[in-house]
């Protein structure tokens, strides 16, 4: 793809103006890459203020045949918003304002650019509770987070992205603006738009503005962290919590490995001989937040755990998070390349699913470490490498395969939040079968026939192979 | 539409034998009707046992251009099941097994022919919930309850059908088919095909198996009535409870008429001179549902309720509810016509909705009563009358479409819960504008090329006006 003719970049500067519009090689290069370690340079970035300027821009790559890449933040990690065939890099971060926050209709209504974690801060002062919190929260944006329908650990409470989107407003492929959904949950005119743009990966349309429903907040959250000598038992524990009646809001383990990347570059005291540790919160009223901690921590004793830290205090509470918080940033450090996986089963697979990671760690000679949500079956499988050993990688696709054909045999699914982008889509019809692939590929086609939105991403026939 | 020649109807029955087909007029009137008053003679019924019949139909009907009517137990309040036009009803109350129904991974998996209160009572024997519970649970189905997304007044706390669909089996309407979704709560594997076909009318595919999530059984549950002397007290009764931090299960109305119809038809001692009445239930731990039940009566006695009754057992909460449940049967007792509506408004709105509703009430003579789920604007207005009476039926017709004119002018939706059907299609324009009902009929157009699968429904091109 060669780099856009300049009167197509002046007709965009003519849309939304001189200081919105990017063509020097180090503003491309800004937005080149995403969490993962694929990168494409864009032809051109546009940072438009406006849903009108999206839709001019729409309009314009439409009759062109120009890709459009929409992006906020870039920390995804199946790489669904990297350039990859160049094309314009559309990004929507300063479409980041609040429009609305209504205590009464417990709802906000807010532009695509707003960073999760500010709607969190601006709901929780009112007494309201915003749940979905990717690892990411401080830094991805909500229109990133609809599009790729984001977890995190208390989605095993409270759910996901899509559960808490009442209406979005919506720029198609050919810059027309739907407006779907609304601001009731209860809502079944027509077909259920709203959530077949939710985690449409930007293939679908551009998200221009998001109305979220919002829940009171919970009065109460006990946290307390698990040790367990081996994993199997580990895998017991998780089971026995889940059957014990109680949900707890998050319920995250951290394997051996994880453990000692932890100690050894930002050490929380964690006991460095445990198989496993997992981090467990219930919320609610203060009583209620207790008795199911105390269920659980009965749970957790009958099941054999070597040790339970309980917090006093939300201090020893985020005393305990910073281990698990630091474990990405951690495994970062050993090697140059971390591949994050989000392959996810059934809760109550999660011990086989354990036990069928070792073995691929085994067999690929890798540095596989395993930490992520086993309260919902979701895992992350971080391969740590570098991706200028040859021979390595060619391990770790083989790794990857694996990872996937094991979720897939026991139920699961290739992503649980992540997405599938660009480095799952080879993957996508061993999971929804050549019939499911072609009713996906036919609303792709449907909605947008010129293919212009993010091409090459999530469909295995434009993924270009592995 | 004429009768299905002979041959097409020995070809069904070669399909599922002769027991499962019916051509003699009084059976193929008993799948006439629906919840409505709208009423159509199909040419043939069918009474699939498994998945693969059903896909034979759709593949034969989709070949010879017949239309193909599914359809559960025919509660719908839309039209959405009634077989418009003729052809094919497609009867799925045979497939109604249970076929998995799991502890650990807290979900069951079912046939669309099980009725919703079934299945109700078999997860709650297990210390397990499934939310939904629409007003005919102990009649329908939970084929029809994802087709038409179901809600019912526990979705105030727990939302609809569309929360708590893991997975379908779906048929498509050549008789393919596709398994959407899985068995994990976090999926993001493509698009979200599971909640397109949940509400999408039996116009996109037909549901034959379906996996739900389920959450463990509430402990408690705190029930109590609420008396209002006139209607702007209830209104603003409804909008301090939700703004007091406590999300109730269940916050239901009935204004005078619904209490007048009550008492005369099925007496419970509810105060005939009260402008409406409040049912109003608390769940969860029973110190939670104590405190919250608590909070709602200092709320209702600060907004000026003139009596609070609290049930103190399950036999006095059960008798609170039977004046609830008596309304819609009571209503139909008066005149021979009953119409539901369902428009929906956002919460705020419902003190607003109910006085537009009185002034349509005033402008067009009719007998309107009003009750539903307050406490998500999930309003229902029954229209009483008689449909054989020229000049009423024209003054209900300006009166429904002044009904969602005011929903839609109040930031509402045509239906909150039964679906747009035959009734809503004139008007699905006025909601989505012309690009959103462009879109969705791209959808149809796109899975359903042949438009066999319920047609007449949801579009207003094809709804042959009002």
Redesign the interface.
Known sequence: MPVLPDKLVRELTGIMGRERVFTAREDRLCYSYDGTFRQYLPDVVVKPGRTEEVARVLALANREGIPVHPRGAGTGLSGGSVPYGGGIALVLTDMNAIYEL??????ARMGPGLVTAELHRAVEKE?LFYPPDPGSAESCTMGGNVA??A?GPR?LKY??T??YILGLEVV?ADG?????G????????????T??F???EGT?GVITAITVRL???PRAVCTMLATFRDLETTGAAI?AI??A???PRTLEIMDQLAIKVVEKFSPCGLPQDAAAVLLIETD??L??AQ?EAGVVEAVLKKAGAAGIKMAANPAEAAELWRARKAVSPAVGRIKPTKISEDA?????KVPAMITRLGQIREQYHLDLVIFG?AG???LHPNILCNRKDADEMQRVEKAIAAIFQAALEL??????????GLL?APF?RA???D???A??E??K???DPGNILNPGK?FPSAAGGK
Chains 1, 2 share one sequence.
Request: proline share 2%.
């Open positions: 209504n205590r009464e209709d417990m709802l007494g790729e329908c977890g989605a759910g996901v899509r559960d198609l027309r603006v739907i407006h779907t609304g601001r009731t949950v209860k809502n079944v005119t027509a077909y259920d738009l959530r077949l939710t985690g449409s679908l829940i009171p907040r089971n889940m059957g009646g109680v949900v609610g009223d009583e209620a008795r996810t089963v059934p809760r109550s949500h919902d079956g979701n139920g699961g699914t290739l992503s649980g939040e992540h997405g599938i799952k996508l999971e929804l079968g019939d499911g692939l009713v996906v036919s609303i086609r449907t909605l999530v």
